[in-house]
Antibody, heavy 129, light 113 residues
Framework: QVQLQESGPGLEKPSETLALTCSVS????????WSWIRQPPGKGLEWIGD???????NYNPSLNSRVTISVDMSKNQISLRLNSVTAADTAVYFC???????????????????????WGQGTLVTVSS | DIVVTQSPDSLAVSLGERATVNCKSS????????????LAWYQQKPGQPPKLLFY???TRESGVPDRFSGSGSGTDFTLSISNLQAEDVAVYYC?????????FGPGTRVDIK
């Protein structure tokens, strides 16, 4: 059973850079997509972005210019960096895994992430001076 | 972005009765080339991460009790919980993975009456 564990500072000052790590154990990063998802206290879920194990990234346009997701295969870790944080970025941050699925279009076989089948416990990040 | 809505916002159901949660997307989640609906359902209990219940709208994740069922196609989907148990008290989210950015519904809280 794969396990995901988020880690990072619980408190960030406004305008600083939030940096989190998701450590994957009892499983491999290979063969999956990995997403970061956040949930402000008492609110719903927002997808931040994902990374294919090959390194291809996709970001939510609402955060695009501030987000970087990367993967370190040697450490079995996925990282999130979010620049210029404000109080609106206060949330529980989850990492989640998606299987690679396939579909066909005029360009032939394509890959696409499936549903989020494994989640970390989440880490609360508070942005406050 | 695909907008996903849910109804009701919350509901209370007696133990042993049925709870029904509806999910609607702003565009079809059915991909014609593989006839799959890119819709998932999650259960979230307080202080826990979401737990996957269904993917492809109606494929039950391993370990999910069969009193849970997922149905629907295109833009309209339903999560049903028959014979509601105390441990089913949670917030339920639907989520589309048809196109990025992936989006979630606002959630439906299910309580015991």
């Amino acid at each position: 059973q794969v396990q995901l564990q988020e880690s990072g500072p619980g408190l960030e000052k406004p305008s600083e850079t939030l940096a989190l790590t998701c450590s994957v154990s009892s499983g491999s990063i290979s063969g999956y997509y990995w997403s970061w998802i956040r949930q402000p206290p008492g609110k719903g879920l927002e997808w931040i972005g994902d990374i294919h194990y090959s390194g291809t990234t996709n970001y939510n346009p609402s955060l695009n210019s501030r987000v970087t997701i990367s993967v370190d295969m040697s450490k079995n870790q996925i990282s999130l960096r979010l620049n210029s944080v404000t109080a609106a970025d206060t949330a529980v941050y989850f990492c989640a895994r998606s299987p690679v699925t396939n579909y066909y279009n005029s360009g032939g076989e394509q890959i696409w992430p499936g549903a989020f089948d494994s989640w970390g416990q989440g880490t609360l990040v508070t942005v406050s001076s | 972005d695909i907008v996903v809505t849910q109804s009701p916002d919350s509901l209370a159901v007696s133990l042993g009765e049925r709870a029904t949660v509806n999910c609607k997307s702003s565009q079809s989640l059915l991909y014609s080339s593989n006839n799959k609906n890119y819709l998932a359902w999650y259960q979230q209990k307080p202080g826990q991460p979401p737990k996957l219940l269904f993917y492809w709208a109606s494929t039950r994740e391993s370990g999910v009790p069969d009193r849970f069922s997922g149905s629907g196609s295109g833009t309209d989907f339903t999560l049903s919980i028959s014979n509601l148990q105390a441990e089913d008290v949670a917030v339920y989210y639907c989520q589309q993975y048809y196109s990025r950015p992936f989006t979630f519904g606002p959630g439906t809280r299910v309580d015991i009456k």
